[in-house]
T-cell receptor, first 106, second 116 residues
């Protein structure tokens, strides 16, 4: 399985954009890139996924590097409710790593 | 999206006993998944359950310890057998979204199990 690397934790100010990076240098050509998040005391929540092109939805944007060896989840305007652990996952089997714990400062 | 419910929401069990966790989905789905989240840890995939076939277990998980049933397209059970305190975890089921193959999954609220 292709591996992902994410920072352990990040901080951001409320109402500012947040860029959450993910490196996946061993990604294969058919691997989707998925992002999930887990809010405190809740089950994981799907955020977004993509294959090659950048993707936007109500929750976030996903920017995928041209060589697909890295991607960035963009929260356009962070709120306190966005404080969670964010997971970058490759492939069609959802296997969770350690993720990035995002802290939002009021 | 899919609405997923799990029963029980939590339980406290004695070591050596077994607990069966139920997962109900409000629509028919092909693939269901069972995960475990130990305290302070990330989620670990236990097995994948397709209707009409035996579950596929991940490395480190065996059918004798975690038997799974999948009698129809909206329901599954996971049994945690011969429990020990190390089995204290949150157990979650999830289903794959309609766009099959994309990996988009929806998760239930989880069952919090404490083994004493």
């Amino acid at each position: 399985d292709a591996k992902t690397t994410q920072p352990n934790s990040m901080e951001s100010n409320e109402e500012e954009p947040v860029h959450l990076p993910c490196n996946h240098s061993t990604i294969s050509g058919t691997d989707y890139i998925h992002w999930y998040r887990q809010l405190p005391s809740q089950g994981p929540e799907y955020v977004i996924h993509g294959l090659t092109s950048n993707v936007n939805n109500r929750m976030a944007s996903l920017a995928i590097a041209e060589d697909r060896k890295s991607s960035t989840l963009i929260l356009h305007r962070a709120t306190l409710r966005d404080a969670a652990v964010y997971y970058c996952i490759l492939g069609d089997k959802i296997i969770f790593g350690k993720g990035t714990r995002l802290h939002i400062l009021p | 999206s899919a609405v997923i419910s799990q029963k029980p929401s939590r339980d406290i069990c004695q070591r050596g006993t077994s607990l069966t966790i139920q997962c109900q989905v409000d629509s028919q789905v092909t693939m269901m998944f069972w995960y475990r989240q130990q305290p302070g840890q990330s989620l670990t995939l236990i097995a994948t359950a397709n209707q009409g076939s035996e579950a596929t277990y991940e490395s480190g998980f065996v059918i004798d310890k975690f038997p799974i049933s999948r009698p129809n397209l909206t329901f599954s059970t996971l049994t945690v057998s011969n429990m020990s305190p190390e089995d204290s975890s949150i157990y979650l089921c999830s289903v794959e979204a309609f766009d099959r193959g994309s990996g988009e999954q929806y998760f239930g609220p989880g069952t919090r199990l404490t083994v004493t």
